[in-house]
């Protein structure tokens, strides 16, 4: 049975930063591309960042490059977003999503995929 599971969400104050992971089980992350997306209240779900199983770049929304950084630790089968400079508007419950057929491109952004976790929320506030 495949399982992701989301952590590290919280409240951060504007221009502070969080560590988001997601945790893979039942499936052997090397072979996959991990995305993380976000929805916010009354918005449509957003894509936020992909990484790929091979040399495809890592693909980041407008909104968040050169703010957000997506890693993988195959060996701990764990896919991580750094969000630095965090703003109000990065307010949202994030989700990360698991795809085989993946392998680059921006369209990872707006993939139907296999995988979802149950989300981790994260609120931007002072």
């Known amino acids: 049975q495949v399982q992701l599971v989301e952590s590290g969400g919280g409240l951060v104050q504007p221009g502070g930063s969080l560590r988001l992971s997601c945790l893979a089980s039942g499936l052997t992350l090397d072979y996959y591309a991990i995305s993380w997306f976000r929805q916010a209240p009354g918005k449509e779900r957003e894509g936020v960042s992909c990484?790929?199983?091979?040399?495809?770049?890592?693909v980041y929304a407008d909104s968040v490059t050169g703010r957000f950084t997506i890693s993988r630790d195959n060996a701990k089968n764990t896919v991580y977003l750094e969000m630095n400079n965090l703003k109000p508007e990065d307010t949202a419950v994030y989700y990360c999503?698991?795809?085989?057929?993946?392998?680059?491109?921006?369209?990872?952004?707006?993939?139907?995929?296999?995988?979802w976790g149950q989300g981790t929320q994260v609120t931007v506030s002072s």
């Open positions: 990484i790929f199983n091979g040399d495809g770049a890592p």
């Open positions: 999503a698991a795809d085989r057929v993946l392998v680059s491109g921006r369209i990872c952004l707006s993939w139907e995929y296999d995988f």
